[in-house]
């Protein structure tokens, strides 16, 4: 899982990326296949996971979604499609002489089928990541997010021949990787998340994954935008000597950030999902307010964005799995919400940026740069304030390190025959236990409001509790 979900993450970074495999001769920043390769990517991508997430099989049967699975053979088609797409573009970026149509419509056509691999191994590594409890994934997660970058590095100092190898290999090594992990599962009997209630109304009507999905679009257009801006409308490129000195910062910092996060988890013996999202919020407004240093200080500004970029990358994933066990929603829905929305806001922001580009021919760039960072960190803020405040995110995290997909279960029925609690107060229990209200609830098992509010107190006087947070408190309590 490591190497084959580094190998992914890594790959489709080093095409958006400016500095990644697509920089080509006539524009900076790769701007003859590199940009119409990024928006054909990015926008197949989005599309593709929108709607895997909102199609509902087998709903009009009346039979149960099932959660994503993907034949090994489509999955080796895909990938092999998105190693040929890549290369190709590599080769093309190569022998690029001049910025025509017909280079964009090439390139366009190829980021489409890079776009189609994105979007099925998205869902594949979503499906076998949420597969695991959150204590045999934590580390493995926060590792490929941060080896990810390691390819960066010597990237730079490869010649064609060696970027096109790269592009076409780590697609295939994903795809080995992902089959192995399959067969190992199947073997192994790993567990995988209920999908009993998955795509069922209610799980929309709390509002957790919509808050979820409008936060996480905001800090990918903002962080695109940023790092679109500091390319076109800082005064001069940034060096190429100092791109390989970019990515080890990025590695470290990435590491360090990530490293400490994980011992306060371990210190704490508790789930902090927020630590994930307060880094990235931090790193993200660092960067904005670093933009107009752009202009005479390029390396600093765009070594803080990189680095705002790589925590917000683990946010997403760890987030995403939160709300999977949680709220026991469908791999293929979460995963295709989140990240859908993700590959749609980076066109987003780099259409803005190359519009804010256009509009500074007639002003000047230093100028109009503070206005630029502001902006972007009003976004942030909006996100981070009243999108998706802290508060939600409570209700994410299974904050017991020990927690796994069948001990909360296990562990609310233990109670309840301990405490005596009737059939339809275990139900209410266990839901209660997982972050759920009343409303929730009312939808969920079909009665009123009423009847909820005197299960819940008659539980709360069994139990001899008072809130729904010393039920939690509760069910710490009793690990032993």
């Known amino acids: 899982m490591l190497l084959g979900f580094a190998a992914f993450v890594s790959w489709t970074n ?3 990326c400016f500095e990644g495999l697509l920089r080509d001769s006539v524009i900076y920043g790769g701007g003859v296949v590199h940009d119409p390769f990024l928006v054909g990517a990015c926008v197949a991508a989005a599309l593709l996971l929108v709607a895997a997430a909102l199609w509902r099989p087998g709903l009009r049967e009346g039979k149960e979604p099932r959660p994503f699975r993907s034949p090994h053979r489509f999955l080796a088609a895909v990938a092999v499609l998105g190693a040929v797409c890549a290369a190709a573009a590599v080769v093309v970026s190569v022998v690029a002489v001049s910025n025509g149509p017909h280079l964009w419509f090439l390139a366009t056509l190829l980021g489409v089928g890079a776009g189609c691999f994105i979007a099925c191994f998205t869902l594949a590594w979503g499906s076998a990541i949420s597969a695991f409890d959150m204590r045999d994934i934590l580390f493995v997660l926060c590792a490929a997010l941060c080896l990810q970058w390691a390819p960066f590095v010597p990237v730079v100092f490869f010649g064609p021949a060696a970027k096109a190898v790269l592009a076409g290999a780590l697609p295939l090594l994903s795809w080995a990787c992902l089959r192995g992990l399959g067969n190992g599962g199947a073997e192994e009997g790993l567990p995988r998340v209920a999908a009993a209630a998955a795509g069922k109304g209610p799980e929309h009507r709390d509002g957790v994954l919509p808050r979820l999905c409008g936060a996480l679009f905001c800090f990918a257009f903002t962080i695109e935008f940023v790092w679109t801006c500091n390319v076109v ?13 970019v990515y080890v910062c990025v590695l470290g910092a990435a590491a360090l950030v990530m490293g400490v996060i994980l011992g306060f988890m371990e210190h704490w013996r508790t789930y902090r999902m927020e630590l994930f999202y307060r880094a990235a919020f931090a790193l993200a407004v660092v960067g904005s307010v670093a933009l107009p240093l752009s202009y005479h200080h390029l390396f600093f500004s765009y070594a803080v964005v990189y680095v705002a970029y790589a925590l ?3 946010t997403m994933w760890m987030l995403a799995w939160a709300v999977m066990f949680m709220r026991k929603l469908a791999p293929r829905r979460v995963i295709g919400y989140v990240f859908g929305l993700q590959f749609l806001a980076l066109p987003c922001g780099f259409a803005a940026a190359k519009s804010m580009q256009w509009y500074a021919v007639s002003h000047t760039g230093a100028d109009l740069l503070p206005y630029v960072g502001f902006a972007a960190v009003a976004v942030l803020v909006v996100a981070y304030v009243f999108l998706l405040p802290e508060r939600v995110l409570l209700l994410l ?10 001990s909360l279960d296990d562990r609310c029925r233990d109670a309840a ?9 275990t139900e209410i229990f266990m839901l209660l236990a997982r972050g759920r209200d009343v409303g929730y609830i009312e939808k969920t098992l079909f009665i009123s409001r009423n009847t909820v509010n005197t299960h819940r107190k008659n539980l709360y006087r069994k139990l001899g509790i008072h809130t729904q947070q010393e039920l939690l408190s509760l069910i710490e309590d009793n690990l032993g």
Do not use: C, N, Q, V
Not at 233 to 245: G, K
Not at 397 to 406: C, D, G
């Open 14 to 16: 080093l095409l958006m």
């Open 233 to 245: 409308m800082a005064a001069e490129p940034l060096d190429e000597s100092l791109f390989w000195l």
């Open 312 to 314: 917000i990358s683990t």
């Open 397 to 406: 995290s299974p904050r017991l390190l020990k927690l796994s997909h069948e």
């Open 417 to 425: 025959a301990a405490f005596g609690l009737t059939e339809r107060e």
